[in-house]
C-alpha cells in the first residue's frame, strides 16, 4: 500500500481537485509520473504547507491513522470514538489533499507525515522484542496485572495473549484507573519523554512497582523496565477527546458590508507610502528594516499604521531595498494605473498569504521592523480565522474557538488574543472586515486565495464593487491645490515636484511657494512646461496667483551661474604652462585659474589618462591633498540575483500527461544521476528539482544541516556541482555559498 497506489486510482477531476489544493506541485519541473507526484507531495516544504490548512479532528485522525499503522475506517472509528460516517468524511478530506491514502479498506499517510506522528512513540521498544528478552515470570506478572490468566501458559504464549491484551483500549483504560495518582504522572512522563526511569529501587511504593504490578510495564532481566511502544500508543490515542466536529459558530450580529470604504482607505495609504517612497527612499537601519522615527514620519502624512503597508509593499514587489533605502520599484506606476480592483486584489492575497502579523512584530525582548522577516505564526492564525468566519459568521466566535480550526499555532493564551486581534485590526484596515463580520470583498477573498490564479479571479470579481474613479485636482488661488480620490501617477509626481503636502486625508491639501517652484525648475522643468502640466491634470486655467508665483521665480531662476569644475591640476609653474600649451591636451578644455593651477571640465580619471598620453606623470590626489595610491584590482563582488518563483503549470494539463504515463519510471538526466549518487537521503522528485535548478540557473528551498548539526532552511540558486560540494548563491546571506550534498535533507521550490 502506498499514496501513489492511491493516486492512481483517482480519476480526471479527483487528481485535478487534489493539485489544486496542493499548488506547490504545480511548479516545473512537474511530475512526470504518478509516483514523482507521490514523492512531491511527501516533500517537507509540501507537506507543511498542507499541514496549516488542517483543523483539530483532521490533526487527531492523522495522528490516529499513524499510531494503528494502516487501520481500517472501522478502527479508526472506534478509537476515535466516533461515528464511522463521520471518521470517513475526515479521511475523504485528508486523501483529498493528499495527505492520506485510503486502499482496499486500509488508511494511510504519506511517509513523512507518519513518521513526524509516530516520532513520540519511536523511543519505545515494541512488545515482541521486550518479551523475548523477558522472563516467563515477569511476562506472568504482566499478563495477570492486564486481567489475563497466564496459567498453563508457555513463553511464546505469554507474549501473545500480552500483544492482545495490550491491544485492547478497555484493558489500559481499567489498568490506568486503578493507579495511584503518583504512578499516572510517572506514566504520564514516561510517554512525553520528559524522562525515563529504568530499574526498581528498594521502595516498594515506587510508582514503577506499581505500574509493573499493574501489567503497563514489563520487567525484564536485570530489573530493567520498559514502556511496551503497543501500550505508549494505546496511552497516546487516549489523550484526545475523539471528533468533536466543527465548532457550531454563531451569525455575526452586524449587518453585511461591501468594504468599499476600507479597500479605498488602503489603496490611498498604500500609494502614499510608495509615492513617499519614490521621491524620498524611507529610511533604513543599519541592520535593514524600517525603524520607529522613520515609521512615526510616515504617519504624520496621516497614515495609520506604517507597518502594515511596508510590510505588503515590500511582500508584493512595489518596495525594495536599495543602497539610499527603501524605495518603491519599477512595477510600481504599473500597480498604480491598474484599475483599483486589480490593486486591491493583489495587496489584499499579499496580507492574506503574510507568514507575521504586520502590526504585531513583537519578539521577546525587542520589535523586529518591518519589512524584516521573522518567525511567526501569526499568518496561519489569521488565514484560519477568516476561512472560519467565511458565510457570514461571527468574527468573535470564530477568534474563541481558533484552536479548533488552527491546531498547529504555538502560541499561549495571551500570544493567541494578541495574534487574533491583530488580524481583526489589520482585515479592518484593508476593507476585508467590518464589525464583527467579513466584509462582501472578505468573502470573495477567503473564496479565492487558494487558487492556482487568485489574483485575477479576485480583480475580476471585485472588479464592480471597486470601480475606477478619477481622482480631482483643484487649483485655488491661495496657492493650495486639493486633491480627491485617486490621482494619475503623472498628477502625483508633479505635485511631489512642485508643491509641498500641507495635510493629508480624504482630501489632500498641496501648497505651493517659491521654494517649491524653484524645486521644480531645479529638477528640469521650464515655466511653461509646468503652467502647461498643471492645466492638463486640473483640467482648469490657472489662478492668477499661481501663474504670477511661476513667472516670477521663473525671471530669478538662473541669474547666478555655477560653472562645474570637475578636476584641478597643480603643479610647478613652468611644467603647468607646458601642459596649457601641449596640442594634444586641447581636449581637455583647460583654462588657467592662477599660474600654477589649471580647471578642466573632464572628470579626473580621463584628465590623467589624457596627460600620461602625452607624456607627464600626473598622480591623482583627494580633496585633503593627499596623494591617491591606487589599489590593486581585487575580484569582482558576485551580485545578487532577484529571487524568483518558478513557471506554474495547468492543474487539469498536468492531471492528463500524469494519468496517461501511469506509474512508469523515466530516464533521468546525467545530473539527476550524479546528485541522486551523492544525496541518497532525498527521492527522486527532489533529486529532479534540484536537477533542473542546477541545470537551468532557478532558485530551490532546501531544508540544510551543517557538519555543526545546525539546521537552517534557505533559498539558493545552484550554480556549479563539483565534487560533493553544491556551489550556490545563497539568498539568506546574499553571498556565494558552498553546501555539501549529503547536508540537504529536502528540497522544495521557492514561492
Known amino acids: 500500500m502506498s499514496l501513489a497506489t492511491y493516486l492512481a486510482t483517482l480519476d480526471s477531476d479527483r487528481l485535478v481537485v487534489l493539485l489544486q489544493r496542493r499548488p506547490d506541485v504545480l511548479v516545473e519541473p512537474a511530475p512526470r509520473t504518478v509516483a514523482e507526484l507521490a514523492m512531491r507531495l511527501n516533500g517537507v516544504e509540501s507537506l507543511t504547507r498542507a499541514l496549516a490548512v488542517l483543523n483539530r479532528d483532521e490533526m487527531t485522525t492523522a495522528r490516529a491513522v499513524a499510531l494503528l499503522d494502516e487501520p481500517t475506517t472501522a478502527t479508526l472509528a472506534a478509537r476515535l470514538r466516533a461515528p464511522e460516517p463521520e471518521v470517513q468524511c475526515v479521511i475523504d478530506g485528508l486523501c483529498g489533499y493528499g495527505l492520506a491514502w485510503h486502499v482496499d479498506g486500509r488508511v494511510g499517510l504519506p511517509p513523512r507525515l507518519a513518521e513526524h506522528f509516530t516520532d513520540s512513540v519511536a523511543r519505545f521498544r515494541p512488545l515482541a522484542a521486550i518479551a523475548r528478552q523477558a522472563n516467563v515470570e515477569n511476562l506472568r506478572a504482566a499478563v495477570a496485572g492486564l486481567g489475563g490468566d497466564p496459567n498453563g501458559l508457555r513463553k511464546p504464549e505469554l507474549g501473545a495473549r500480552l500483544g492482545e491484551l495490550t491491544c485492547e483500549p478497555a484493558v489500559i483504560v481499567r489498568a490506568v484507573a486503578g493507579l495511584s495518582a503518583r504512578a499516572r504522572r510517572h506514566l504520564d512522563q514516561m510517554c512525553r519523554g520528559t524522562y525515563i526511569v529504568f530499574g526498581i529501587g528498594p521502595d516498594n511504593r515506587s510508582p514503577v512497582v506499581e505500574l509493573t504490578r499493574a501489567g503497563l510495564l514489563v520487567d525484564g532481566p536485570y530489573h530493567q523496565t520498559e514502556l511496551p511502544r503497543e501500550v505508549a500508543v494505546m496511552l497516546l490515542l487516549g489523550e484526545g477527546d475523539g471528533l468533536t466536529g466543527a465548532p457550531q459558530l454563531p451569525a455575526a450580529a452586524d449587518g453585511p458590508a461591501d468594504g468599499r470604504d476600507g479597500a479605498e482607505e488602503a489603496l490611498r495609504a498604500l500609494t502614499t507610502v510608495l509615492d513617499e517612497a ?76 503574510l507568514e507575521l502579523a504586520p502590526t504585531s512584530r513583537e519578539i521577546d525582548d525587542d520589535e523586529v521592523p518591518p519589512p524584516l522577516p521573522l518567525e511567526s505564526s501569526g499568518g496561519l492564525l489569521r488565514r484560519a480565522l477568516l476561512r472560519a468566519a467565511a458565510d457570514g459568521h461571527s468574527i468573535a466566535a470564530a477568534g474563541e474557538q481558533i484552536d479548533w480550526f488552527c491546531p498547529l499555532h504555538a502560541y499561549d493564551a495571551a500570544g493567541r488574543t494578541r495574534k487574533v486581534a491583530a488580524a481583526v485590526h489589520e482585515a479592518t484596515q484593508l476593507g476585508v472586515v467590518a464589525g464583527d463580520r467579513l466584509t462582501a470583498l472578505g468573502e470573495h477573498l477567503v473564496a479565492v486565495a487558494d487558487g492556482s490564479v487568485a489574483e485575477q479571479d479576485l480583480a475580476r470579481r471585485v472588479a464592480e464593487m471597486l470601480p475606477a474613479t478619477r481622482g480631482l485636482l483643484v487649483l485655488q488661488s491661495d496657492l493650495t491645490a486639493v486633491a480627491s480620490g485617486q490621482l494619475s501617477a503623472v498628477a502625483s509626481r508633479l505635485l511631489a515636484v512642485a508643491a509641498a503636502p500641507e495635510s493629508r486625508g480624504a482630501a489632500t491639501i498641496w501648497r505651493f511657494t517659491p521654494t ?222 558552498e553546501f555539501a550534498v549529503a547536508g540537504i535533507e529536502s528540497v522544495g521550490p521557492v514561492g
Request: hydrophobic share 40%.
Open 516 to 737: 517649491t517652484i524653484r524645486g521644480a525648475f531645479d529638477a528640469g522643468w521650464s515655466a511653461d512646461e509646468l503652467r502647461g502640466e498643471l492645466v492638463a491634470v486640473s483640467g482648469r486655467p490657472l489662478p492668477q496667483p499661481l501663474d504670477y508665483l511661476i513667472g516670477d521665480v521663473a525671471r530669478r531662476h538662473g541669474s547666478v551661474r555655477v560653472r562645474e569644475v570637475r578636476s584641478c591640476i597643480t603643479g610647478p609653474e613652468a611644467e603647468v604652462s607646458e601642459i596649457m600649451h601641449t596640442r594634444s591636451v586641447r581636449t581637455l578644455q583647460l583654462r588657467r585659474l592662477a599660474p600654477t593651477v589649471l580647471a578642466s571640465p573632464l572628470a579626473a580619471s580621463d584628465v590623467l589618462l589624457k596627460l600620461r598620453a602625452a607624456g607627464f606623470a600626473p598622480m591623482p590626489e583627494g580633496a585633503d591633498g593627499v596623494v591617491i595610491v591606487a589599489e590593486r584590482e581585487r575580484e569582482p563582488t558576485p551580485s545578487a540575483p532577484i529571487l524568483r518563483a518558478r513557471a506554474k503549470v495547468d492543474a487539469a494539463d498536468l492531471a492528463a500527461r500524469l494519468l496517461a504515463a501511469g506509474t512508469g519510471s523515466t530516464p533521468r538526466s546525467g545530473t539527476q544521476a550524479e546528485l541522486a549518487h551523492l544525496a541518497s537521503q532525498l527521492d527522486i522528485a527532489e533529486v529532479a528539482l534540484l536537477a533542473d535548478a542546477l541545470e537551468r540557473g532557478l532558485d530551490v528551498r532546501i531544508s540544510y544541516r551543517n557538519k555543526q548539526g545546525n539546521r537552517t532552511v534557505r533559498d539558493i540558486r545552484p550554480r556549479e556541482l563539483y565534487g560533493r560540494w553544491l556551489s550556490s548563491w545563497c539568498h539568506l546571506r546574499s553571498a556565494e555559498r
Open 278 to 353: 519614490r521621491n524620498r527612499p524611507l529610511a533604513a537601519l543599519k541592520n535593514g528594516g524600517v525603524g520607529t522615527r522613520e515609521r512615526t514620519r510616515i504617519s504624520r502624512l496621516g497614515i495609520p499604521e506604517p507597518a502594515l503597508w511596508i510590510d505588503i509593499a515590500f511582500a508584493a514587489g512595489l518596495l525594495a531595498l536599495t543602497p539610499e533605502g527603501y524605495a518603491a520599484t519599477s512595477g510600481f506606476d504599473e500597480w498604480r494605473e491598474a484599475g483599483p480592483g486589480v490593486r486591491w486584489a493583489r495587496i489584499a492575497l499579499t496580507w492574506f498569504g
